[in-house]
């Protein structure tokens, strides 16, 4: 089995950086695409970004284009998402989760994915 272990939230102010790390157990991590989502309290779920078991392909919503790069270690089977220029609008629960494949439309399907970490809160406020 995967398991998946987020780390890294915590308070920001408006345009701080924060870096969210994805940590697994199992032997199947290299081979898994990994998609971040965050949850904010009232909303729903939405995906944030994507990267192939490769690390070769990456995907990243309109909301956090240009701001969160995401990328992975496989000597450490971690996977990264480093947001800089944070927004309060950017405040939630952060998730990563173990899929398939890392498309735009699985990017933005939280049904998509197989297993699921904990959350690490992000809160971005002043």
């Known amino acids: 089995q995967l398991q998946l272990v987020e780390s890294g939230g915590g308070l920001v102010q408006p345009g701080g950086s924060l870096r969210l790390s994805c940590t697994a157990s199992?032997?199947?991590?290299?081979?898994?695409?990994i998609g971040w989502f965050r949850q904010a309290p009232g909303k729903e779920r939405e995906g944030v970004s994507c990267?192939?078991?490769?690390?070769?392909?990456?995907n990243y919503a309109d909301a956090v284009k240009g701001r969160f790069t995401i990328s992975r270690d496989k000597a450490k089977n971690t996977v990264y998402l480093q947001m800089n220029s944070l927004k309060p609008e950017d405040t939630a629960v952060y998730y990563c989760?173990?899929?398939?494949?890392?498309?735009?439309?699985?990017?933005?399907?939280?049904?998509?994915?197989?297993?699921w970490g904990q959350g690490t809160q992000v809160t971005v406020s002043s």
């Open positions: 989760a173990a899929g398939l494949s890392c498309t735009v439309q699985i990017m933005n399907d939280a049904a998509r994915y197989r297993y």
């Open positions: 199992g032997d199947t991590f290299n081979y898994v695409a």
């Open positions: 990267i192939s078991n490769s690390g070769a392909l990456t």
